[in-house]
Each structure stands twice: as C-alpha cells, then as structure tokens.
C-alpha cells in the first residue's frame, strides 16, 4: 500500500518532505498546497510524477487520494492545519515544533484522541532515528552507562541577519514561537529528554546579540533539573559566526558519550571494557581505562543521498517509520506526548529567562490540561 500525502507548504522545508516522500517506493505526493499558488507550481515542476496543486486546504482534503498530510508551513500554524486534517480521517505529520507553545498545540491532541483508531499523529524529530542517536538510547535503555548524571548540549549556529529578514514570520513570536531553542534547538531538546528523561525544572537566561528587528532570541543558556536528578546544561545560539556544531555529551557513572554533528564521536563504557579486560589484563575501566570504543558499537551508516544530503537521510528514516506505524496501528516513533514535552521544556526555558525564576514543566503542560508524564 502507497502512502499518499497532502503536501502543506511549498517552502524550503516543504520542498524537502515532497522529495523525500516523492522518492520512496512506499509513499507519493498527491497534492501540494500553497497560499502562494507560483510556489506550489515551482516545487510540483520537481518532482516526479508533477503533483496537483491548489491553494486550498480544503480543497485538497475533500480529495479521495490522501491517506496523510504533510504540514510544513511556520510553526504557529501547524495547530490550524492538523486539526482540519485528523478531523478529516487524515493521518498528519508536522514538521517541528508541533506549535509555538503548549496552549496553541492543545487542539491538535484533542483531535487526536477523536480521530478514529489506528490514525497516526506525530511530529518530526529526524535525529531520534540517526544511528549514533540509536545507539546511545540503546546503551542508556540497557544500563551501560550506570546512572546518567549529566549532560551538556549545545546548538552553535549562524543566521545571517538576511535569514531573518527574509520572511516576515522569521523571528516573531506570533509565528517562530522563539528563536534559536525553538527554531534551531528544539530538535537537541528532544533527543536531550529521549536519553536523560522526564525534566522537573529549567531556569534560564535568554539574549538578542548579534541580530536586529528580531523579537525573539538569538542566543540561549539554561539549566535543567531531570526527574532522575541528573542535571544539564542547554545551550542554543544563532551568532556563533561562521557556525560551529550541534554537540551532546551524556554522562554517567559507568559510561559517557559524545554525538557531534549527528555522529557518534566517542563512546565508553565500563562493561564493555571490563568484558574486553578479561581477555587482556593490562586494560580495565578500574585503571582508568578511557578507550573510544565507538567503532565497537556503531553500526555501518547509511549514507547521504548524494542528490539531497544529510537532512534528506534523516527526514527519510522517520518517514519510514511513520509509514509503518500507519500499516501496522503500532504507535509512531515520536509521539503528540514526546512533542508536547519537548515543547514544553522550551516554553519552560523562555518563561524561566522572562521571569527570572525557575519553572517547572510540568506547570506549563498543566496550565492547558495536559497531563504531566
């Protein structure tokens, strides 16, 4: 069975879910719609089959040819769109974040849980499916690195002030919901709770530095309390000229690891090294023994698409996911729960900067309802 999807949204990202879904076997692209009807016709001359094009949502959900909604226009619009399309029997995916704060998304899990069963609503969060994210969750699921007590994440980027001034959207609360932690962040924030767990408190500090006519930040710090009692900083800035890397280290008693630029850079853990010393007395983790032992542990990686690049491969491997959560009614890999903590947590880091105090986080999921994980 094909997949087929309503593309919404005809920009740089919603170029990129037409291609990809466009080039798997498992799912096509029936319709894009764009408000901006010459951009939906420029993205349909791309691909292969050309798509039907519209300007209406409605139009393209009244369409007996779309399984599934692909929801790439700015964030503060995605709650508007996905509603439409679960209440229509639509499966939905919404490119990160599910909205601009938790009080906006609220509709969208409403819908959800109306929507008939098996009907799959999730958000993207590509890097929960790279291989080194998967191998660290592995060894954290499994114990191999003890009691995780810390970890250190930062996103150290560059945004021109022309990238702002771009799109009248860019930077604003209304529609951008924030701005390094929620643009260009939120995606580290995720993978940051996927491995440390549920967050208790944030207290943070927010600043414009390096940019103008923008209303949100452009460079983040913050703090997070974890329910487990580890504890992590999180860092997020768009003036880091000319643009550095997205780094997580996670820390435990038994082990640590270091993905950097979406790759396994190091990894060590006492089991495994003990395992090795038996055979070797001269190496033990009691010694100290500080060895790399990623090559051990990571599997052989996929490789970019030489035609579409990095951000192609992963959104492609969530993709894949999420077709067979659809064929099967298993849940998907990343839930409306794990986005909403997510989102969340970056509430959590922007109310904290504003007031000056710590937040906690599950304060700004009760606010609207939502319950506490």
Same mark, same amino acid.
């Given at each position: 069975?094909?997949?087929?999807?309503?593309? =919404?949204?005809? +920009?740089?990202?919603?170029?990129?879910?037409?291609?990809?879904?466009?080039?798997?076997?498992?799912?096509?692209?029936?319709?894009?719609?764009?408000?901006?009807?010459?951009?939906?016709?420029?993205?349909?001359?791309?691909?292969?089959?050309?798509?039907?094009?519209?300007?209406?949502?409605?139009?393209?959900?009244?369409?007996?040819?779309?399984?599934?909604?692909?929801?790439?226009?700015?964030?503060?619009?995605?709650?508007?769109?996905?509603?439409?399309?679960?209440?229509?029997?639509?499966?939905?995916?919404?490119?990160?974040?599910?909205?601009? !704060?938790?009080?906006?998304?609220?509709?969208?899990?409403?819908?959800?849980?109306?929507?008939?069963?098996?009907?799959?609503?999730?958000?993207?969060?590509?890097?929960?499916?790279?291989?080194?994210?998967?191998?660290?969750?592995?060894?954290?699921?499994?114990?191999?690195?003890?009691?995780?007590?810390?970890?250190?994440?930062?996103?150290?980027?560059?945004?021109?002030?022309?990238?702002?001034?771009?799109?009248?959207?860019?930077?604003?609360?209304?529609?951008?919901?924030?701005?390094?932690?929620?643009?260009?962040?939120?995606?580290?924030?995720?993978?940051?709770?996927?491995?440390?767990?549920?967050?208790?408190?944030?207290?943070?500090?927010?600043?414009?530095?390096?940019?103008?006519?923008?209303?949100?930040?452009?460079?983040?710090?913050?703090?997070?309390?974890?329910?487990? +009692?580890?504890?992590? !900083?999180?860092?997020?800035?768009?003036?880091?000229?000319?643009?550095?890397?997205?780094?997580?280290?996670?820390?435990?008693?038994?082990?640590?690891?270091?993905?950097?630029?979406?790759?396994?850079?190091?990894?060590?853990?006492?089991?495994?090294?003990?395992?090795?010393?038996?055979?070797?007395?001269?190496? +033990?983790?009691?010694?100290?023994?500080?060895?790399?032992?990623?090559?051990?542990?990571?599997?052989?990686?996929?490789?970019?698409?030489?035609?579409?690049?990095?951000?192609?491969?992963?959104?492609?491997?969530?993709?894949?996911?999420?077709?067979?959560?659809?064929?099967?009614?298993?849940?998907?890999? =990343?839930?409306?729960?794990?986005?909403?903590?997510?989102?969340?947590?970056?509430?959590?880091?922007?109310?904290?900067?504003?007031?000056?105090?710590?937040?906690?986080?599950?304060?700004?999921?009760?606010?609207?309802?939502?319950?506490?994980?």
């Amino acid at each position: 069975m094909t997949v087929r999807f309503a593309v =919404v949204g005809c +920009g740089v990202i919603g170029r990129l879910h037409a291609e990809v879904l466009a080039a798997s076997a498992e799912t096509a692209v029936s319709v894009l719609v764009d408000v901006d009807a010459a951009a939906a016709d420029a993205l349909a001359q791309r691909l292969d089959p050309a798509p039907a094009v519209t300007t209406s949502l409605d139009g393209a959900l009244a369409r007996d040819d779309v399984d599934a909604v692909a929801i790439c226009v700015p964030s503060g619009a995605h709650a508007r769109i996905a509603v439409a399309a679960l209440e229509s029997g639509r499966h939905v995916v919404v490119e990160k974040p599910v909205d601009v !704060t938790i009080e906006a998304a609220a509709p969208i899990v409403t819908a959800a849980a109306a929507a008939p069963e098996g009907t799959v609503a999730t958000v993207i969060s590509q890097h929960r499916f790279d291989p080194a994210s998967v191998v660290v969750r592995d060894a954290i699921t499994a114990g191999r690195f003890g009691r995780l007590t810390s970890a250190v994440a930062t996103v150290s980027w560059w945004r021109s002030q022309s990238y702002y001034d771009s799109g009248a959207w860019r930077g604003t609360w209304e529609l951008d919901g924030g701005g390094a932690l929620m643009n260009q962040g939120v995606h580290t924030v995720d993978l940051l709770l996927w491995f440390l767990g549920t967050p208790v408190e944030v207290m943070a500090h927010t600043g414009l530095l390096a940019h103008e006519r923008v209303e949100v930040e452009d460079t983040v710090a913050a703090v997070v309390r974890f329910q487990s +009692g580890a504890l992590a !900083t999180l860092h997020a800035t768009t003036a880091a000229y000319p643009g550095l890397s997205v780094r997580l280290q996670v820390l435990g008693d038994a082990g640590s690891a270091v993905i950097d630029d979406d790759r396994l850079r190091y990894f060590h853990s006492r089991e495994l090294a003990s395992a090795e010393a038996a055979g070797d007395a001269g190496v +033990g983790a009691d010694k100290g023994d500080r060895s790399d032992q990623t090559a051990r542990v990571l599997p052989a990686e996929e490789e970019p698409d030489p035609a579409h690049g990095p951000m192609f491969t992963g959104h492609a491997r969530q993709y894949r996911d999420i077709v067979e959560a659809i064929r099967t009614g298993r849940r998907p890999g =990343v839930t409306l729960d794990d986005a909403l903590l997510a989102l969340a947590t970056v509430q959590a880091v922007y109310e904290s900067a504003r007031s000056g105090a710590p937040v906690r986080v599950a304060d700004v999921l009760a606010a609207v309802g939502v319950p506490a994980p």
